[in-house]
């Protein structure tokens, strides 16, 4: 089966730093990504593994772990408009051709002053 | 470019109606995808396209139909809506096979009762 589990909510400080985290189980692996969606909006793209590791991009990082089935998104120095979900979606078999991604509920981050 | 646009943003529908939801992309892209997103939870992949003229099932087919006759417009048709498609559907596309990010669209909030 296929199966990508993050935390629903999390909270967190202005300033501070937060780890949100992402673990999965699907038929096959061709990447994992992860989206920002704030509230009533479409979501963006914000990063993309394929290889274990840390990419890192500005405030933000992500890694993977392909051998754990795991990935974790790290926002650094928060700001108040970090606030919004945060989605896990990983390509599985099959998906080389098609691009499809399986996504996970999702993870509600309120970032408080 | 405008991007992918998305037509209408709002929708009421009784139950038994039907109605297409518009999506156009203006980036040539080749690969094109229906989600919905239920309240509080990730995106189900609907139907997507690998090109015009060609279409196939996602995780949630089920009561919704496609099309792509151009690369530009991929509408999604609902017949015989039920109130189990209360949700907020989105449209994305992608460039090409090797690149990965996908582009969404700003959504329709669609509610059937």
């Known amino acids: 089966g296929q199966n990508i589990d993050q935390p629903t909510e999390m909270t967190a400080t202005e300033g501070a730093i937060v780890q949100i985290n992402c673990t999965y189980q699907?038929?096959?692996?061709?990447?994992l990504f992860w989206y920002q969606q704030h509230a009533g909006e479409a979501p963006t793209f914000l990063s993309y593994?394929?290889?274990?590791g840390l990419e890192e991009k500005g405030r933000f990082s992500s890694f993977l772990s392909r051998s754990k089935g795991y990935s974790y998104l790290l926002l650094k120095e928060l700001q108040m408009k970090d606030s919004a979900s945060y989605l896990c979606?990983?390509?599985?078999?099959?998906?080389?051709?098609?691009?499809?991604?399986?996504f996970g509920q999702g993870t509600t981050l309120q970032v408080k002053p | 470019n405008a991007g992918v646009t998305q037509t209408p943003k709002f929708r009421i529908l009784k139950i038994g109606q039907s109605m297409t939801l518009q999506c156009t992309q203006d980036?040539?892209?080749?690969?094109m995808y229906w989600y919905r997103q239920d309240p509080g939870m990730g995106l189900k992949l609907i139907y997507y396209s690998v090109g015009a003229g060609i279409t196939d099932k996602g995780e949630v087919p089920n009561g919704y139909n496609v099309s792509r006759s151009t690369t530009e417009d991929f509408p999604l048709r609902l017949e015989l809506a039920a109130p189990s498609q209360t949700s907020v559907y989105f449209c994305?596309?992608?460039?090409?096979?090797?690149?990965?990010?996908?582009?969404f669209g700003p959504g329709t909030r669609l509610t059937v009762t």
């Open positions: 980036m040539n892209h080749n690969y």
């Open positions: 699907t038929s096959g692996f061709n990447g």
């Open positions: 593994n394929v290889l274990d």
């Open positions: 979606a990983v390509r599985g078999i099959g998906s080389s051709n098609t691009g499809k991604l399986i």
């Open positions: 994305a596309s992608r460039p090409a096979r090797d690149t990965y990010e996908q582009y």
